[in-house]
């Protein structure tokens, strides 16, 4: 009896125990169904959110994404970064990153954010689909459409991981400094193969021209102006593409166009002096300074800055173009290097102030001004004729007026931005426009110094 009872006890005891394990069982597996569940759930709205920015954290609604919401606190760099970091932009921004300085300064000179984009012509279409920034933060280097890199601030060891760099992204090699003054050994480099995709500097056959920091001529549209002159203002400089204009030699002087004097009664008048030249390199590539001590052994020349010998002197910048405007008929606008397309602000600044520039250097000037406009030192047998043409004009007034025509249907743009404007255009193309148009510099350096697509600069003249 009682092992029958031991017996019973036990059988009840396993059948409990196996009563509880089922439900355990069941418990366990409601929990898990629940969890996974839940896991899938969560997966699959992270997959239907944006993608983070690294670096940012998400914006609160209330930051108006706009460079338009300005703080006085806020910068332009920090507002590009709200746009960026706001997900609710209906269209991203283009974003171009400054990777380098440009010398001392790290906005390239044009400035941050939507500043230099916000005299483009096209301005109200970029508006319309997206706005164009600039920005010097790397952390924003996965969201950049455009990458640009200063040749004379490029180093090797300070590039972005090649890891980093995305299929759709421009690097931009931005030089405005002649190929005499570049380090052709560094560009050499083989991390530099290939590296290139675009090129924005003053050479005409660049995928960006950029004349910022020398300036252009600018057609002014106005009616009288096509009657006068019987055809369309030629917008300069010409493009790449352009024939070569038949160069008008300067010694048979604007004679296509008409004169008319009464404009320039009382700057005749005041205008005295011969020739002016603001000058600190005094040891330059084109030996220009040779050709300068020959040309004042027949015509005064008025040397200023510190390779003058300390008789002409103006304090500053102001000062010394208004002597330009007030005194002098000529200024040397002559280069450091004669090189293709190298042409600087030594040219636009005599043309702003009233003054005729005296050309030399190794580009074909009929393709930044219209003819009638320079005097090309090239243009003469020796250093002698080109006086004698001088002082000829210092003498005659209707024919030196005559220099000055080109204000009727031109003006001077010191500063433009047109090769960011361009720039911004050529980033915004259609994705499929772009990857037609996809190209790569192989040896950034050769094409630079001209072994493969441009002449290489010339060697100065002998001047007898």
Not at 32 to 39: E, M, Y
Not at 232 to 261: H, L, M, Q, W
């Amino acid at each position: 009896m009682d092992s029958r009872m031991d017996d019973w006890y036990w059988w009840c005891a396993i059948h409990h125990l196996l009563r509880l394990r089922r439900s355990t069982l069941y418990v366990a597996i409601f929990l898990s169904f629940v969890t996974i569940t839940f896991a899938v759930y969560s997966v699959s709205s992270i997959w239907r959110l944006p993608p983070p920015h690294r670096h940012h954290q998400q914006m609160n609604n209330e930051l108006v994404p706009s460079l338009q919401d300005s703080q006085p606190a806020v910068d332009e760099t920090t507002k590009c970064n709200k746009i960026i970091a706001n997900n609710q932009v209906e269209h991203r921004p283009i974003v171009i990153l400054y990777w380098t300085t440009f010398f001392e300064t790290n906005d390239f000179e044009v400035g941050l954010g939507s500043k230099p984009f916000a005299e483009c012509d096209n301005n109200q279409i970029i508006a319309q689909h997206s706005s164009c920034l600039t920005t010097t933060d790397r952390g924003l280097f996965n969201d950049s459409d455009a990458v640009i890199f200063h040749g004379r601030d490029l180093h090797a060891n300070d590039l972005p991981p090649a890891g980093w760099r995305r299929p759709h992204q421009h690097f931009i090699f931005y030089l405005l400094e002649s190929p005499v003054h570049t380090d052709l050994s560094m560009l050499n480099q083989p991390v530099f193969q290939n590296y290139f995709n675009r090129t924005m500097t003053y050479r005409r056959d660049s995928d960006i021209v950029e004349l910022h920091a020398y300036g252009r001529l600018k057609c002014i549209h106005h009616p009288e102006a096509t009657v006068l002159f019987n055809h369309s203002c030629a917008e300069f400089p010409s493009s790449a593409a352009a024939a070569e204009p038949s160069p008008t030699s300067s010694t048979t002087g604007p004679a296509s166009i008409r004169t008319d004097n009464n404009s320039h009664q009382q700057m005749m008048k005041n205008k005295t002096r011969t020739i002016a030249w603001f000058v600190s390199n005094c040891h330059s590539n084109s030996q220009r300074e040779s050709l300068v001590r020959k040309l004042s052994q027949f015509i005064a020349v008025d040397v200023y800055g510190k390779c003058g010998n300390g008789s002409h002197r103006c304090s500053n910048k102001s000062e010394c173009d208004r002597l330009l405007s007030d005194s002098y008929r000529f200024y040397l606008s002559f280069e450091n290097s004669l090189c293709p397309d190298y042409v600087t602000e030594k040219l636009y600044r005599p043309l702003a102030h009233d003054t005729v520039p005296v050309v030399y250097g190794g580009s074909n000037y009929s393709f930044y001004l219209p003819p009638g406009s320079y005097i090309n030192a090239m243009d003469y047998k020796s250093p002698e004729d080109l006086a004698n043409y001088l002082k000829k004009l210092m003498i005659d007034d209707a024919l030196y007026s005559n220099y000055f025509k080109w204000r009727d249907q031109y003006q001077v743009i010191q500063s433009p931005l047109d090769g960011w404007c361009h720039l911004c255009r050529l980033l915004m193309m259609d994705p499929l426009l772009v990857k037609m148009k996809q190209k790569s510099y192989f040896n950034i350096a050769e094409w630079w110094s001209g072994q493969t697509t441009n002449q290489t600069c010339l060697s100065s003249p002998s001047w007898q």
